[in-house]
């Protein structure tokens, strides 16, 4: 929960709705997962997925934290750069990508993941790889909602991998001589046997695939998916004891099929700053109608994942003390039935005005916020030991119908 003096200070600076996340965190969670993984396997690189927040500060405590980034986007590439990873520390896992992105992927990216063999037909017409990475779907997934299950029949990502090794077969015959393989099945998973096991069948599948070829792997990505809990009754990701057992399998796989040492990679992105944030919305309107509704100026465009996914993200009420409460559905002013956080859930008696924190909002909150009905994207803070560090305002009306006007000049 973020500091009553901070949150009361950032309210005189800054107009809701608005995200904080807290540096601390953030180095926390850096270092415990880099601790865990490189305590059972030293050759364990790090690569945090922009796509879960790419607020500038943010990134730079990440790379002053030693970790690399995963990019899914030229966008993602290109404000990495800038924030001053090396190219080393790059890498680049997108799906049915473009010849741009791939352009942009070959130029700043070290390590590219490509999701299907037609990828790279498209990325040899531009220029062979230093390493041929797939991204593999292993025909399993496993989610904490339906919509981030990322692997399985249904999955879009990744090839089948009855056909990987055609397609590394493909990429061989093409000149490809160093490789790497991939895989993501899922996103928010808190128990330890899931990732040793996803871990085992991706090794076998490796194993067929480079015994056939008669190489070996220089990189194992295994991805992220590593959870939070988003409901007081969800435990924690027991992070050291996942590393011990994503490690021994891996190990144990490696001497099996005589890969020798490759690196082992992972990509966590809520894991890191997931915990690190929360959403500052404020009350705007309370009805009584055929349900109790309190109005708060965030909505879907603001943090989409309860929409989206009927995630759910815990509530407090830092300045109202709980004298009295009601059940109530909180939702937001965008014009859809959708906008709604959560449904008849107790609060205290609220009155416009007051303040609603969101917990656990630091990952997937304002990377998937929009200008939906013409709202303004909220603003971003980073603190660090009680100080502000970075502050960027909500987006402002005037610059949003400025961006319009001008794009409507230039049409022909």
């Known amino acids: ?8 200070a950032l309210l005189k600076k800054v107009e809701t709705p608005f995200y904080v996340y807290d540096a601390q965190i953030i180095r926390e969670n850096c270092s415990k997962l880099k601790n865990a993984f490189s305590k059972y396997y030293p050759d364990t690189e790090i690569h945090y997925a922009v796509k879960a927040n790419n607020c500038p500060e943010v990134l730079r405590i990440i790379k002053n934290a030693g970790l690399g980034v995963d990019c899914s986007s030229p966008f993602e590439l290109l404000i990495s750069q800038k924030t ?6 790059i890498m680049y896992t997108g799906n049915y990508e473009s010849p741009e992105d791939l352009d942009f992927a070959l130029k700043y990216a070290g390590l590219i993941n490509l999701d299907d063999i037609s990828s790279f037909y498209r990325i040899k017409d531009l220029s ?3 390493i041929v990475s797939f991204r593999i779907n292993p025909g399993i997934g496993k989610g904490g909602f339906e919509g981030i299950t990322t692997g399985g029949v249904d999955a879009k990502f990744g090839i089948p991998y009855e056909k990987a090794l055609e397609a590394y077969k493909t990429a061989f015959r093409s000149g490809a001589r160093r490789f790497g393989i991939h895989m993501m099945t899922g996103s928010n998973n808190l128990e330890p046997l899931y990732f040793a096991e996803t871990t085992d069948k991706l090794m076998h599948i490796a194993g ?12 194992i990505d295994i991805g992220g998916g590593f959870g939070i809990p988003y409901t007081d ?31 082992l990679r992972i990509e966590p992105g809520r894991y890191i700053t997931g915990n690190a944030g929360v959403l500052v919305t404020k009350v705007t309107g309370k009805k009584e109608s055929y349900r109790n509704y309190t109005g708060v100026d965030a909505g879907m ?6 929409a989206l996914y009927n995630a759910f993200h815990r509530m407090e009420t830092p300045f109202k003390k709980r004298t009295g409460h009601l059940k109530t559905d909180v939702c937001g002013r965008i014009c859809e039935n959708s906008d709604i956080f959560c449904r008849n859930i107790p609060l205290p ?13 630091g990952a997937y909150g304002s990377t998937m916020s929009s200008n939906y009905n013409g709202r303004p994207r909220p603003g971003e803070i980073v603190t660090d030991s009680g100080k502000i560090i970075y502050l960027k305002e909500r987006e402002r009306l005037e610059k949003m119908v400025a961006l319009h006007y001008e794009q409507d000049e230039q049409k022909p």
Do not use: H, W
């Open 1 to 8: 929960m973020i500091d009553k003096k901070i949150l009361q």
């Open 84 to 89: 001053g990873f090396k190219r080393s520390a």
């Open 128 to 130: 062979l790889p230093e």
């Open 208 to 219: 067929s695939i480079f015994s056939s070829l008669g190489v070996t792997p220089e990189y």
């Open 233 to 263: 009754d969800e435990v924690p990701l027991d992070i050291e004891r996942t590393a011990e057992l994503v490690c021994e399998r891996f190990k144990a796989n490696c001497s099996k099929f005589k890969f020798g040492n490759p690196v």
């Open 301 to 306: 465009n603001t943090l989409i994942r309860p």
């Open 349 to 361: 008696l609220l009155d416009e005005g007051d303040i609603i924190v969101f917990r656990d909002s």
